[in-house]
């Protein structure tokens, strides 16, 4: 991580460090602890996030490396660090391991933004109970980090998604006051035209979102290429070149 952060910086890139507080992928569908983490308690838990979060981000801090942001979490729909952090069982751990992580992230670096970061943009009866939850149970948050994959929705028409997702995403705004952000696009690397005009769409309804408050559009993973990892939502062709599509973030 601080190897690549280096050359984010020497490129002249701002920074989001993405903690999944699990041994591999974290993900709506699985959110495993850490298996050093398996026997321990609830307050043991908060302890673990609050120290492994302090402790990567001064190691980021001792080689010159501030991020600008930091997701607690990653698509965390349902939570993380199941059971005990599972939000529909109890949205008041899943709040305070949010809170555990916010707090070590100020305490490293005050100015760097706290995302909490759900999947299926489109999807705003989740991102209301969720942000709804994590409110009543005095949860902190500077950022709502979302996901959007159109293609996985079965529907044709990707820009039925992106328009859910704006709307969404307004509504999160004016419901909560806080800074939105796509924090994951991924489109099929062999259709760069959708992928393009659905990447330019996004940008461009980023700035049409209430008072400046839409930070921008991230896409995972646009290196990928060859079907990497079973995973072909890249930006590459099979040669590993980059497609047209990845000019969208020219508009910027």
Known sequence: VIAKAKRAKAAGFDLLIDFHYSDS?????????????Q????????????WHTYNALVALKNAGITPKWVQVGNETNNGMLWEEGRA????KNFA??????YDAVKAVNSGTKVIVHLANCENNSLYRWMFDG??????KWDVIGASLYPTQSGNGDWFTLDNLCYDNLSDMVTRYGKEVMIVEVGMPWDDPKNSYDTIADLLNKMTWLPDGKGLGVLYWE???YKNWQGYSLGLMDNSGKPTYALDAFLLQ
Do not use: C, H, R
């Not at 992928?25 to 983490?37: C, H, I, N, R, S």
């Open 25 to 37: 992928w974290a993900d709506p569908g699985k959110q495993t602890k850490p298996a050093a983490w």
């Open 88 to 91: 529909s069982v109890n949205m």
């Open 222 to 224: 646009p290196q990928s």
């Open 96 to 101: 305070w391991l949010i809170n555990s992580g």
């Open 39 to 50: 026997s321990y308690t609830f307050e043991q838990l908060m302890s673990n996030v609050w």
């Open 134 to 139: 994590l409110k009543s149970n005095g949860a």
